[in-house]
């Protein structure tokens, strides 16, 4: 899918509950007592109340995961033109005698009028680009 395309939809449940079991949002066997179960073929998995897609919850849990894999984000707001989500990879380059010195390589950026929409699809792009 186009990445600004997608950038302008509103992300699925199907596509907010997989971000969310990515940040490490746990997944227990049926118990007849858990109040979310979907079909699986091992049973059921249940999530326990996964949290609204808001800035605050997105650089709570999914900001948090990026950066334990290498990552570091940018939230830029542009005056009456939206917002930009950008993701980048941590690195390093051999420079001479000078040794080694760090850079960041942007990996995903999206753009949205929605800060939070931005940020959830810039890092949904880094989900699937592995």
């Known amino acids: 899918m186009n990445k ?3 950038a302008d939809k ?3 449940q199907a596509q907010i509950k997989e971000f969310w079991k990515w940040c490490g949002f746990f997944k ?3 118990v007849d007592t858990m109040p979310y179960r979907f079909p699986t073929d091992k049973g059921h998995e249940c999530y326990f109340g996964l949290p609204e897609l808001n ?4 650089f709570k849990y999914a900001v948090p995961k990026l950066q334990d894999n290498g990552n570091n984000v ?7 033109k ?11 380059s051999q420079r001479g005698s000078d040794g080694y010195e760090p850079f960041l390589e942007p990996i995903s950026q999206v753009k949205n009028d929605d800060p939070a929409l931005a940020l959830f699809w810039a890092i949904w792009e880094v989900m699937h680009s592995a």
């Open 4 to 6: 600004q395309v997608m």
């Open 10 to 12: 509103e992300p699925t």
């Open 28 to 30: 227990v066997d049926y």
């Open 55 to 58: 800035l605050n919850n997105l």
């Open 74 to 80: 940018e939230l830029h707001a542009y005056e009456h």
């Open 82 to 92: 939206g917002y930009a989500a950008t993701v980048f990879k941590d690195g390093f």
